[in-house]
């Protein structure tokens, strides 16, 4: 894999910038649409969640290769441990599901303790979306593969995006029939 265009930032309460970041990374990498709006829903939640349970410092690497964007949060609180990863999705309405987004979404995620500190891995392909995680073998929720509230976060979430990137997608679903197309 040759290693392309990087991008190192502190996470701090100003997730609003980070998020600016990362679309304008993804930008100068070729993302467009929706695998912009992954990325950027991504990092968003692993950030947050950093944010919420990690430690004082916290960081968000994302660096660009041949197969899309490998994504690293490393937190000096060391408290995320793997098995956070191999959790039940829960249906709760507001919290609890940023992991389980990020599974979702990314690929490859996992959770290692270099120097006492948390960092949490994943990759967010540039080509094709990676495997269902029924397809991977592992658990799917509801009708759609992914619990209702989940799918509604994720689509607040998606929005968030759509108006950060300027993306509308060529083909609505039916979440996003309560938009305005775009001209």
Request: net charge positive; proline share 5%; with cysteine.
């Amino acid at each position: 894999m040759t290693p392309g265009p990087r991008l190192r930032w502190r996470i701090t309460g100003n997730l609003a910038l980070l998020r600016e970041q990362v679309v304008v990374f993804g930008q100068a990498c070729g993302l467009r649409g929706e695998t912009l709006q992954n990325l950027l829903i991504a990092v968003n939640e692993a950030a947050s969640n950093a944010l919420e349970h990690g430690g004082l410092t916290r960081m968000v690497h994302l660096l660009k290769d041949d197969s899309g964007i490998q994504v690293e949060v490393i937190d000096s609180g060391g408290r995320l441990k793997t098995r956070h990863l191999e959790r039940k999705l829960e249906l709760r309405p507001n919290r609890g599901m940023g992991l389980g987004i990020i599974q979702r979404i990314g690929h490859d995620v996992t959770v290692d303790h270099p120097g006492g500190h948390s960092r949490l891995r994943f990759r967010v392909s540039s080509g094709t979306r990676p495997a269902s995680r029924a397809a991977r073998g592992g658990v799917s929720y509801g009708p759609f593969g992914r619990s209702l509230d989940l799918m509604a976060r994720t689509e607040r979430l998606r929005a968030q995006a759509r108006r950060l990137t300027g993306y509308t997608p060529k083909h609505s679903t039916a979440l996003d029939q309560d938009t305005e197309p775009s001209p």
